[in-house]
């Protein structure tokens, strides 16, 4: 079994950055996919972004391209997900999601494949 413990949500305004984190534990993840994905207030859960188990491969949502960048330490057993020029449509909640199998080339284009679910972690964009 993995748990996986999101952080770094909060209240930030429109156009500035955040960084959240996803640490996993409990079984080694370090060649499994891992991925962002997000809720906002009365819409399904959409994709995000994903990474490959060794990092080699990363596919992002088209509407968080060029201001979103995922990343991972496989050392540590953590991703991240760098988050700049913030819209208030980013506003949702981020979960953290993993992948059990697979090798370390799969990444992530949909929900499809995760077996692991964070609580996920709050982001608020304010105009």
């Known amino acids: 079994q993995v748990q996986l413990l999101e952080s770094g949500g909060k209240l930030v305004q429109v156009g500035g950055s955040l960084r959240l984190s996803c640490a996993a534990s409990?079984?080694?993840?370090?060649?499994?996919?891992m991925g962002w994905f997000r809720q906002a207030p009365g819409k399904e859960r959409e994709f995000v972004a994903g990474?490959?188990?060794?990092?080699?491969?990363?596919y992002y949502a088209d509407s968080v391209k060029g201001r979103f960048t995922i990343s991972r330490d496989n050392a540590k057993n953590i991703q991240y997900l760098q988050m700049n020029i913030l819209k208030p449509e980013d506003t949702a909640i981020y979960y953290c999601?993993?992948?059990?199998?697979?090798?370390?080339?799969?990444?992530?284009?949909?929900?499809?494949?995760?077996?692991?679910w964070g609580a996920g972690t709050l982001v608020t964009v304010s105009s």
């Open positions: 999601a993993a992948r059990a199998s697979g090798t370390q080339y799969y990444v992530f284009r949909s929900a499809d494949g995760v077996d692991f």
């Open positions: 990474i490959s188990g060794d990092g080699s491969n990363i």
């Open positions: 409990g079984r080694a993840i370090s060649n499994r996919a």
